[in-house]
């Protein structure tokens, strides 16, 4: 078993820990919020007293942090966990952050070292059955694996360092776009007199099927887990779509090409987060539709 240094305990990380300790490993945690150590610690994690203490004598190094800013800073910056880690060791981030700063932090730290982004949202973290989507050297990959395995379901290596983030970036654009389209198609069916149901008994079994769809579909009814069954309680969040859409931009625009409709859908949930809906849901775009402020 490995002994593992885990820095950040948010909503996704302190679910990740857990599952690390369930799987036996030794893990050594850090968040610059106490309150967000003391419940891992409560379920057999070891809290140290910074993130490079954290890394010092780990077999393999994880972050889990905001955004690049967080993890430039946690990997290159003072006192940072890319010095601090023995030399053997194997690095990981798994935040979702623009491919720039992954490439940089992965050239920088100067040994193998793994952009691994996740999907599966907060519900997926807890339940252990995240998908890895893994950028790095294929060595690494295959050490990294039984570790992955043991936070999720599927690892897949995308390719070189930022490959993971690249990937990440475009399933989130895919699915934003699809969202947003099935929304408006299930409130013009509303207003034309076709049932929500009827559309999905059609839709769920013919070419506009996806998981948009089937996996959270923005009405009430037909599938019982969606979040519009529970007024768009998050799952994945409006906010962090929105963070997802504007890194998607990003990297459309630095590999030059013209991504409107990924852009289109970054302008709607811009419209939605400013207008109060960042903290539901990312489903719940279609009340925004539905209220008829999208144009
Ligand atoms: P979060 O804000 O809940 O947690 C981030 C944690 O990092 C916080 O506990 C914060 O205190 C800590 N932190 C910030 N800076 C730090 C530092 N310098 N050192 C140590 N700790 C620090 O975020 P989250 O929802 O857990 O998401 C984490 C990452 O996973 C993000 O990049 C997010 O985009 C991605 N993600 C989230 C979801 C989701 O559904 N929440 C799904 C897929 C991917």
């Given amino acids: 078993m490995a002994r593992i240094g885990f820095v950040g305990l948010g909503r996704m990380g302190a679910h990740m820990a857990r599952n690390l300790l369930k799987a036996?490993?030794?893990?050594?945690?850090?968040?610059?919020?106490?309150?967000?150590?003391e419940p891992v610690v409560a379920a057999g994690a070891t809290a140290a007293f910074s993130s490079a203490a954290a890394a010092q004598d780990a077999d393999v190094v994880i972050t889990m942090l905001p955004a690049g800013a967080e993890v430039r800073d946690a990997w290159l910056g003072q006192g940072g966990l890319a010095k601090a880690s023995r030399?053997?060791?194997?690095?990981?981030?798994?935040?979702?952050?623009?491919?720039?700063?992954?490439r940089e932090v992965a050239a920088a730290a100067g040994r193998p070292f793994?952009?691994?982004?996740?999907?599966?949202?907060?519900v997926g973290a807890?339940?252990?059955?995240?998908?890895?989507?893994?950028?790095?050297?294929?060595?690494?990959?295959?050490?990294?694996?039984?570790?992955?395995?043991?936070?999720?379901r599927n690892v897949v290596h995308c390719g070189d360092a930022g490959a993971g983030q690249v990937a990440k970036l475009c399933?989130?654009?895919?699915?934003?776009?699809?969202m947003a389209v099935t929304s408006e198609a299930f409130v013009m069916a509303e207003r034309l007199g076709l049932p929500a149901q009827a559309l999905f008994d059609v839709c769920s079994k013919?070419?506009?099927?996806?998981?948009?769809?089937?996996?959270?579909?923005?009405?009430?009814?037909?599938?019982?887990?969606?979040?519009?069954?529970?007024?768009?309680?998050?799952?994945?969040?409006a906010a962090l779509m929105r963070k997802d859409l504007t890194l998607a931009q990003q990297a459309a625009k630095?590999?030059?090409?013209?991504?409107?409709?990924?852009?289109?859908?970054?302008?709607?949930?811009?419209?939605?987060?400013?207008?109060?809906?960042g903290g539901k849901d990312f489903s719940g775009i279609i009340t925004m539709i539905r209220a008829g402020k999208a144009g």
């Fill in 24 to 37: 036996g490993h030794q893990v050594v945690v850090f968040d610059i919020v106490q309150a967000a150590v």
């Fill in 87 to 102: 030399a053997d060791a194997l690095l990981m981030d798994c935040s979702t952050i623009d491919v720039a700063t992954a």
């Fill in 126 to 152: 807890e339940a252990g059955t995240l998908t890895f989507m893994v950028g790095g050297d294929a060595e690494a990959v295959a050490r990294a694996k039984p570790i992955l395995e043991a936070m999720g």
């Fill in 206 to 237: 013919s070419t506009a099927m996806s998981w948009a769809l089937v996996g959270s579909c923005p009405v009430a009814g037909p599938v019982p887990t969606s979040a519009a069954n529970r007024d768009f309680a998050p799952g994945f969040t």
């Fill in 114 to 122: 793994l952009d691994a982004p996740v999907s599966g949202g907060v």
């Fill in 254 to 277: 630095d590999a030059g090409v013209d991504a409107q409709v990924g852009a289109l859908a970054l302008s709607l949930f811009d419209r939605f987060v400013e207008g109060g809906g």
């Fill in 171 to 178: 399933n989130n654009m895919m699915l934003a776009a699809t």
